[in-house]
């Protein structure tokens, strides 16, 4: 699992709009950079919402916010009409990033197990090290404490 001060692993990624998104454009901008399970799923929805609703407050901060799922870009493109969603979502369809970040993991729900995401973001500073993160999140108030987090740390 990376830690606060590793490198980011660099990732080039297509967004919803198939334009490939790499992490080393984004240098000298602080990075909300969220891992989530699925497009359209409740707890996904309502962090994908809290991060649109906050969005003004992270571009004040010289911040960009990506999401991140294995699901297709064509999935992406109706998750964001269905709830009006400002914030880019990347495909990670292979899963190689979700490996690389350490949130590809055995999970386990009624009594299967099977490989998925961890609900997981990391806060990236301008020269591209974690600055913070936040593993196992749950979705209550996660945008917000990120926001605070990212207000202490600027």
Known sequence: ??????????LSLPNQDNVEISLRDLEGKWVVLYF???????????EACDFTAALPS??????VVLGVSPDSTTSHQKFIAKQKLEITLLSDVSTEVAQN??????KKFCGKEYMGIVRSTFLIDPSGKIAKLWSNVKVKDHASEVKKALESLS
Request: proline share 9%; net charge negative; hydrophobic share 30%.
């Open 36 to 46: 989530y399970p699925k497009d359209s799923t409740p707890g996904c929805t309502t």
């Open 58 to 63: 992270f571009e004040g901060l010289n911040a």
């Open 101 to 106: 970040y350490g949130v590809w993991q055995l």
């Open 1 to 10: 699992m990376l830690t606060i001060g590793d490198k980011a692993p660099d």
